[in-house]
Antibody
């Protein structure tokens, strides 16, 4: 059973870079699609980007200029970096697995971590 | 990018009522659409995948239909534990993903 755990600072200042790590346990990560999503307080879900080890990451076009996702298979970790943050980036950030090719849906999720952008 | 509209944005219904939510895609997405349930303070959970397939362990009162650009999600007999926000989610072959804005379901 896979378990995902997001970690990182809960508070980031405007214009700085938000950095989060997702640590996956219960299985190797190199054969799967790993995804970051976010949910501002009281609002809906937004896809940030995904990574598969053998390919380039894919990003939401609205965030593409500010986001970077990387994968470290040796540590079983997926990382998110979002630069030049504003208060609009305040959200719960989730790490999830896109279950392709077995399940074409997000089948494993972390519990999420709240990141507030504030001075 | 694929855009999704979802309606209604919220609804209130009685226990036992039939509840229907619709999602419309901005382009033909075949059946590449999933439905998730998110209870307050919880992580989203898939209920329906590929438009009409019931995920493992999900009660049969939940169902989905549609293809192309128009999709429907139904709860046939609303239960108190179904109070949640429901999201449609589409994907393409890259894959890239888009969520609908959500429908909040309450008990009247």
């Amino acid at each position: 059973q896979l378990q995902l755990q997001e970690s990182g600072p809960g508070l980031v200042k405007p214009s700085e870079t938000l950095s989060l790590t997702c640590t996956i346990s219960g299985g190797p990560i190199k054969s799967d699609f790993w995804t970051w999503l976010r949910q501002p307080p009281g609002k809906g879900l937004e896809w940030i980007g995904s990574i598969y080890q053998t390919g380039s990451p894919t990003y939401n076009s609205s965030l593409k200029s500010r986001v970077s996702i990387s994968l470290d298979a040796s540590k079983n970790q997926v990382s998110l970096s979002l630069s030049s943050v504003t208060t609009a980036d305040t959200a719960v950030y989730y790490c999830a697995r896109w279950g392709q090719p077995w399940n074409y849906y997000f089948d494993y999720w972390g519990r999420g971590t709240l990141v507030a952008v504030s001075s | 990018d694929i855009q999704m509209t979802q309606s209604p944005s919220s609804l209130s219904a009685s226990v036992g009522d039939r509840v229907t939510i619709t999602c419309q895609a901005s382009q033909d997405i075949s059946n590449f659409l999933n439905w998730y349930q998110q209870k307050p303070g919880k992580v989203p959970k898939v209920l329906i995948y590929d438009a009409s397939n019931l995920a493992t362990g999900v009660p049969s009162r939940f169902s989905g239909s549609g293809s192309g650009t128009h999709f429907t999600f139904t709860i046939s007999g609303l239960q108190p534990e179904d109070v949640a926000t429901y999201y449609c989610q589409v994907y393409d072959n890259v894959p890239r993903f888009t969520f609908g804005p959500g429908t909040k379901v309450d008990i009247k």
